[in-house]
């Protein structure tokens, strides 16, 4: 990651200060007299990184590898912030809660009063686009740059090798054999799948892995797309159990972050987290967003509006099923009150940056829940 980045900026001056990694947390198991450590992905590779690296990062291992997250936090904002912090590294929605702790303690606006040589963002996890412009926000700088990588406990399989892409080199060299199953094969108990040779561009896939550490044609749960096929390039747009598709519309979570995207950008909105799922009510069927705004549109209506657009447009299925309200209603959204997926992530213990909100589902069990966990604010908007 760090060659592919100074290859395309051979001035950049990383190494002049700290990278500020934001982990998960470990902790020590004992098994008939044997310890082995025991945690997320995320921690157990900080805590065996090379010295050199280790010189290079902050905060304290102590720190960074607690445990208890909202302490951690605290810590890590309190410990970083005299520190020449010039790149960061994490899940961007837990990076921004960091930042937003950093801005507060120091009594700042922006992230470059803090640290003025800050150049970088390596970002995973979760897809950056929905967080682009709070990061701009926090981070008004041009010359930021923010890079993508692709890890998961199964693998590390693509890097964003270019400056300002919005793909991932596909990594062929790590033990990694990948195959590809179309999305209309997934749920068949004997699904074709696809070598390299033969995946098209721009069309989603499920990807299953072989790898020399042990997983024998092991499907990882997300959902992929091509866009160069010389070299292999790739996007994440989604999960493969993580999708609606009640009346055929097959909408994904691509789909999904691309429209508030485009919502966002016209109306002024800023988001923090979502989650939907269908609504089946007086005999119609919609589906129900639930949305945390950072900052809320300047015209409710018309972000509803510019939404379902560009779901129709991103979405040829979705589109159909919504011609003249015939099979599928317009979407409901629901403003939810600030802190309320944390909230809920904290009565599951599910802070840090390893846990993620689920997006879209097929069922109401989540939704449910959180609707009963969290009140909406008094106005539901539907156009």
Not at 63 to 82: F, G, N, V, Y
Not at 112 to 127: K, L, Q, S, T
Request: include cysteine; charge should be negative.
């Amino acid at each position: 990651m760090l060659t592919l980045y100074l290859n395309n900026h051979p001035d950049s001056s990383i190494f002049q200060g700290k990278g500020l990694l934001m982990g998960g947390s470990q902790n020590i198991q004992e098994v008939n007299n044997q310890s082995y450590y025991e945690g997320d992905l995320s921690a157990i590779l900080i805590h065996n990184m090379p010295y050199w690296a280790q010189v290079m990062r902050t905060p304290s291992l102590a720190i960074a590898l607690m445990d208890e997250w909202e302490s951690k936090l605290q810590l890590m904002a309190e410990a970083t912030l005299d520190h020449n912090v010039t790149s960061l590294s994490g899940v961007p929605s837990w990076t921004l809660v960091l930042m937003r702790k950093v801005l507060e303690l120091a009594g700042k606006k922006t992230i470059h009063e803090v640290w003025p040589d800050m150049e970088a963002f390596f970002h995973g996890g979760v897809n950056f686009e929905p967080y682009r412009e709070q990061f701009a926000a926090l981070i008004p700088n041009d010359n930021m740059r923010y890079y993508e990588t692709y890890n998961a406990s199964e693998g590390f399989f693509g890097i964003q090798d270019r400056s300002g892409a919005n793909d991932m080199l596909l990594m062929l060299d790590y033990g990694i054999f990948y195959e590809f199953v179309p999305m209309d094969q997934v749920e068949l108990a004997f699904p074709k799948s696809l070598g390299l040779d033969e995946v098209k561009t721009d069309t989603n896939y499920a990807m299953v892995i072989t790898t020399n550490s042990g997983l024998w044609r092991y499907m990882i749960g997300d959902t992929i797309r091509s866009t160069s096929l010389h070299p292999y390039r790739i996007q994440i747009t989604g999960r493969t159990k993580n999708f609606i598709n009640i009346v055929g519309e097959e909408l994904m979570v691509d789909n999904a972050e691309k429209a508030l995207t485009t919502a966002c950008s016209k109306t002024g909105a800023a988001i923090r987290d979502f989650t939907a799922a269908p609504l089946y009510a007086d005999d119609t069927i919609r589906h129900e967003w639930l949305v945390e705004f950072e900052k809320m549109p300047d015209n409710f209506d018309f972000f509803a509006e510019l939404f379902d657009n560009a779901l129709k447009a991103l979405n040829s299925d979705y589109e159909a099923k919504r011609y003249h309200d015939m099979v599928l209603k317009p979407p409901l959204i629901k403003s939810m009150k600030k802190g309320s997926f944390y909230a809920w992530m904290k009565r599951n213990n599910k802070l840090g940056g390893q846990h993620k909100i689920p997006r879209l589902h097929n069922n109401r069990d989540f939704v449910n829940e959180m609707l009963e966990y969290s009140s909406t604010t008094k106005k539901n908007f539907n156009y």
